[in-house]
């Protein structure tokens, strides 16, 4: 009932996403919202990475750091500033392929030659203009790295959903708004979800009795999983979504 109720009240609501409804300690109602909020963003910062491969580590390495250096020196020539250039700390592994030969029966020795992979995460940051120029400025940057050595970073299907990885990054110098919005967009949200669950049931809502949110981010766990899918990335607008869970008194 609790959860037809929440369903029923979902279509028109502030806070777009899957909504959590269950009774409280005796006599109170809580509801688990996601609250969200958007607008105009202050950057954007593009995800890439550099890969450099040899027979030992320390050749993958020497391979990925003047590749690296490559990548950085070519950005400068269209105006990127060094210090918006972010390079992540060096990741070791084999090469993928090489691993897939081991695994694979009687493949075993064909594999002798095995490559190790040092990677970096590569991110570019960019002052956010009008979209024209923007997406304009981001291909400029993308083909020049990826003809410097550079690959884009993207997650598979799976990471995507749960980490909420993208190629591009919008956000904005001072989340305080945003956050405020969004906080008062989950509680409109969940007044209206506990409203119609509280009617359903034959109650009247009264006061809150207490409140708990948190950020939505890529360790956000279960939450973060429900905003991914609910709440999609708004090109050219930062977001910022915030998990609420409400308890209210029941009359």
Avoid: H
């Avoid at 979800?193 to 359903?200: D, L």
């Avoid at 009795?209 to 930062?238: C, F």
Wanted: proline share 4%; charged share 15%; hydrophobic share 45%.
């Amino acid at each position: 009932m609790w959860l037809m109720a929440a369903t029923m009240a979902l279509c028109g609501s502030l806070a777009v996403g899957q909504m959590i409804v269950a009774p409280g300690p005796e006599g109170t109602l809580t509801v688990t919202v996601v609250g969200s909020a958007d607008g105009p963003a202050d950057w954007v910062e593009v995800s890439l990475s550099v890969e450099g491969k040899g027979a030992t580590c320390q050749e993958a390495l020497g391979v990925c750091e003047e590749a690296s250096k490559a990548v950085v020196a070519e950005l400068g020539t269209i105006q990127v500033p060094e210090e918006n250039v972010r390079l992540g700390a060096p990741e070791f592994g084999e090469d993928a392929i090489t691993q897939v030969m081991v695994q694979l029966p009687g493949m075993g020795d064909q594999a002798g030659g095995i490559k190790q992979t040092v990677r970096r995460n590569l991110t570019v940051r960019l002052g956010a203009t009008d979209p024209q120029s923007l997406y304009e400025a981001i291909c400029r940057v993308v083909d020049i790295a990826t003809d410097a050595g550079a690959a884009l970073k993207t997650a598979g299907p799976v990471q995507s959903v749960y980490s909420q990885q993208s190629v591009l990054t919008f956000g904005v110098n001072d989340l305080k708004p945003l956050r405020a919005k969004a906080i008062a967009n989950g509680l409109a949200s969940a007044k209206e979800v506990a409203e119609a669950t509280a009617a359903a049931s034959g109650r009247k809502l009264g006061e809150i009795t207490g409140v708990q949110l948190s950020a939505l981010g890529a360790d956000a766990g279960y939450m973060s999983l429900v905003a991914s899918i609910g709440l999609p990335a708004k090109p050219g607008l930062a977001v910022y979504n915030v998990s609420l869970t409400v308890t209210y008194r029941l009359q």
